[in-house]
């Protein structure tokens, strides 16, 4: 079996499907495309205490439940960070996702999302992970 890597590997539902699809060639659920579109669609699991997730070009989605389940632990206001030219946000973290946005909780100078960690990060580190900050409205 192919390993997938992120979101628990193999040892997960989701992980097991990816992994079937790629060894079968894409012949389940549809193909692997449907497989990973579904995957992408779950929510990166939230704890109190979390570390942070590995970017990968498939997570296109969760990042507002993420948010909203940030906010519920800890408190913050949650910010939409959109693009300011264009229709999609430039790189974060070397990868291009894809996003139309990104959803984050800002709370005493500090910036949470699924890629920070529990512990946050300092809003000027945070915004030195995007490439063209020009490009984006952080509203932050």
């Known amino acids: ?5 992120g979101w628990g590997g193999t ?3 989701w992980g097991r499907k990816i992994a079937h699809a790629a060894d079968t060639g894409g012949h389940f659920a549809g193909g692997v495309g449907k497989v990973v579109r579904e995957v992408s669609r779950q929510s990166i699991p939230f704890k ?10 498939d997570l296109t989605y969760g990042c507002e439940k993420f948010a909203e389940s940030v906010q519920k632990a800890i408190g913050g206001k949650i ?3 959109t693009p300011n030219r264009g229709r999609f946000l430039p790189n974060f973290k ?4 894809g996003w ?3 959803v984050v909780v800002i709370k005493d100078g500090r910036v949470y999302d699924a890629f920070t960690g529990s512990k946050g990060m300092a809003i000027d580190e945070y915004k030195k992970l995007w490439d063209w900050v020009d490009y984006i409205n952080f509203g932050f």
């Open 1 to 5: 079996m192919i390993p997938f890597i």
């Open 94 to 97: 070397g990868v291009e996702p």
């Open 79 to 81: 910010v939409e960070i």
């Open 11 to 13: 040892g997960t539902k």
């Open 100 to 102: 139309q946005n990104h």
């Open 48 to 57: 109190k205490s979390w570390t942070a997730t590995k970017l990968s070009p």
